[in-house]
């Protein structure tokens, strides 16, 4: 038995490429790793945007002045990015919670809500970036 589970040649480390092009991640998985970035990306930004608020909260001319750096295009597509962020972070976070109540965990139920994950975040920034611009 021991034998048996030295022979498979196994990768001791994955490098990027091969995440990215070489591993051949189910839909779920890519859910997972976007469920995780986006986390990342609203923890760190969220310094930025209490920045923001402070400014905007302390005078008239903090706020005109917080005005008028949100009306700048590449502003705008970081919120946009901020806002996808969000959507799918709560979507995602809602899917995962059903599959810890043992909901939806066969491969066929889990592909589609993973679909769904995607479908529902993507329309929320779609309606939230309308919004936005």
């Not at 901020?82 to 972070?89: K, M, Q, R």
Request: with cysteine; glycine share 8%; aromatic share 10%.
């Amino acid at each position: 038995m021991a034998n048996a589970t030295t022979n498979k040649q196994r990768p001791k480390y994955l490098s990027l490429q091969a995440i990215l092009f070489e591993i051949r991640l189910p839909l779920a998985g890519w859910i997972s790793i976007l469920h995780r970035v986006s986390g990342v990306l609203l923890f760190v930004s969220g310094i930025g945007l209490l920045f923001l608020l402070d400014r905007s909260l302390s005078s008239e001319a903090g706020f005109a002045g917080v005005a008028r750096t949100l009306g700048f295009p590449l502003v705008k597509l970081s919120l946009l990015a901020l806002v996808w962020a969000y959507c799918h972070h709560l979507c995602a976070g809602i899917r995962f919670l059903l599959l810890d109540l043992h909901k939806g965990i066969d491969k066929a139920s889990a592909r589609r809500s993973s679909i769904a994950v995607l479908v529902v975040s993507l329309l929320l920034t779609a309606f939230f970036g309308a919004k936005l611009w």
